[in-house]
């Protein structure tokens, strides 16, 4: 049976996921259809879905006020798998705070219980690349684009911590759930995305 997976299109990364996502799906042969969605009934249809960084805030202000907020997190807690980038790893956590402005009131998904602080590595001028591995997962090096990204200072203990970059956590996962602070969709390296498809193809069938 096809798989559907959607790219959530309220803000952010969305092309750059939906060319990732395909060529991911290309490479492991599978059939699933990948397409930018927005409104609670495209949500409700998914077996998969990616929440693109750019910035959470606005992502999650909107979703709430569109109403797919509520739809989101209902799926996710039904094990949709969910691969939630920067600005979406923001949204998956249910605990964040500024670097600079401290916690500011909002709309958040608490489906993992991290502690995270936005912007952690300084501004848009301070973005930067480095490689680190996710060997839990079999990734043994990956080159992380970091954009204004997040870092994950606490995690609870279902948690599973799958990557650090200088002592600081930037990748995590929980059962079918992976956040990272880094741009999987701004590399040619499309291994990310595929464990990401895999997980929603073993979900599925
Ligand atoms: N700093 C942004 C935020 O807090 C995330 C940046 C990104 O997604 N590249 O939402």
């Known amino acids: 049976m096809s798989l559907n997976v959607g790219v959530l299109s ?3 990364d969305v092309h750059e996921n939906i060319m990732s996502a395909k060529t991911a799906i290309d490479e492991l042969g599978i059939d699933c259809k990948v397409s930018a969605v927005r409104t609670s009934e495209e949500i409700s249809q ?5 929440i693109p960084g750019g910035e959470s805030t606005t992502i999650g202000q ?4 569109n109403g797919s907020l509520k739809v989101l997190k209902e799926k996710i807690e039904n094990g949709m798998p969910v691969l939630g980038i920067c600005a979406g790893m923001i949204m998956l956590s ?3 705070s500024d670097r600079v402005v401290g916690k500011i009131d909002q709309p958040l998904l608490n489906i993992l219980d991290i502690k995270l602080e936005r912007n952690s590595f ?15 997962i079999n990734i043994k090096k990956f080159n992380a684009v970091f954009i204004r990204a997040p870092s994950v200072s606490d995690v609870g203990s279902d948690v599973e ?4 970059f200088n002592d600081r956590i930037v990748a995590v996962k929980k059962g079918n759930v992976i956040g990272t602070a880094f741009h999987p969709e701004l590399t040619e390296d499309v ?3 595929k ?7 073993s979900f599925k069938n």
């Open 94 to 96: 249910n605990n964040a």
């Open 191 to 193: 291994s990310l995305h």
């Open 122 to 136: 300084g501004r848009q001028k301070e973005s930067f690349e480095s490689d680190i591995s996710l060997d839990s």
């Open 161 to 164: 911590i799958l990557s650090k």
């Open 46 to 50: 998914l077996d998969g879905l990616i």
């Open 10 to 12: 309220i803000q952010g």
């Open 195 to 201: 464990y990401f498809i895999n997980l929603v193809n």
């Open 62 to 65: 909107l979703s709430l006020v």
